[in-house]
């Protein structure tokens, strides 16, 4: 059986909350995380609508950092909904809320947008504010973390063994533009234990020239998505982890559905949901295990159809939704 993490990072925009400019809170909170725009709603509760309707759960990585600006019921207005309805909520940080912070910054005047800009100490205090934070906005405690942008270096990892989480999922081998600084290469695609935790890689499938390109809901098509599920499930991979964004399935201002992508997501659902030999779930139900084998996971080789028609999909997506 293989194991398939559907992961949702769900988070607020700083941006959308920098001055000049800023948008309410309220505001922020439709946009980023309720969906709620023209043409319907394709935030969490539509995401939630989608995997429990083909008996899924997934697997909400919530930042909340925000609490520094708005307090923590800005972060329990996210997590509430979530494990009310049974899905998974794991820990997610974005650092660069501490410039918006003020004098609620817990490092004084230290800021950054990545995680592996600050020290060791730093990030033990920043993890610990997160934490903790989401335990009291209702969430259970947390036993895995995604830094934001994908920006972990090694102490991160070490930051997270000293608080007690267990897992990070930081490592992207098929991005190799992300800011993770974490010392692995795009050869480690298994989970393993690193720095005092078990490092669980993003997924990904082989691209033009033999490069990499990893698991993202907007980067991969369904069937490129799917037909990399079977080849896990076919080379006896015990898990794939995928990415998307409580945002991921709007335009790319935040404004509108883009229903292109619903139906991406939609369909990758009912496909893992028919697909024999393979299941869905979440770090509570079924944490990942660290892999004994010690050769690299095999990607799904590049087929140049399915890029053709990944691409086309992409350029009619922008036509329609830029």
Known sequence: ??????TIDTEYSSALAAEPGAVSREENFRRMIAGDVAGGEAGITYQMDVLERHGHRGV?????MPALVWGVQAIADVVGPIVARGHDVQLHCHPEWLALAGDANPLGDRTGRNMHEFTLADQVEILTYARDTLIAAGAPAPIAFRAGNY????DTLRALARIGIAYDTSHCPGFAASDCQIALGSEDRRPLRHCGVIEVPIGCIE???GDLRHGQLTALSMREMTAAIRHARDHDIASLTLVSHSFELLCRDRLRVNRILCRRFDRLCHAIETMRGVSVATYTS??????????????LPHDSVRTTLRIAEQALSNALYS
């Open 286 to 299: 079924h944490p990942p295990q660290v892999s004994k084998r010690q050769t690299p996971a095999p990607v």
């Open 207 to 209: 691209a033009v020239n």
């Open 60 to 64: 909400f990585f919530v930042d909340p």
């Open 1 to 6: 059986m293989t194991v398939v993490y559907l």
């Open 151 to 154: 920006g972990a270096n090694d």
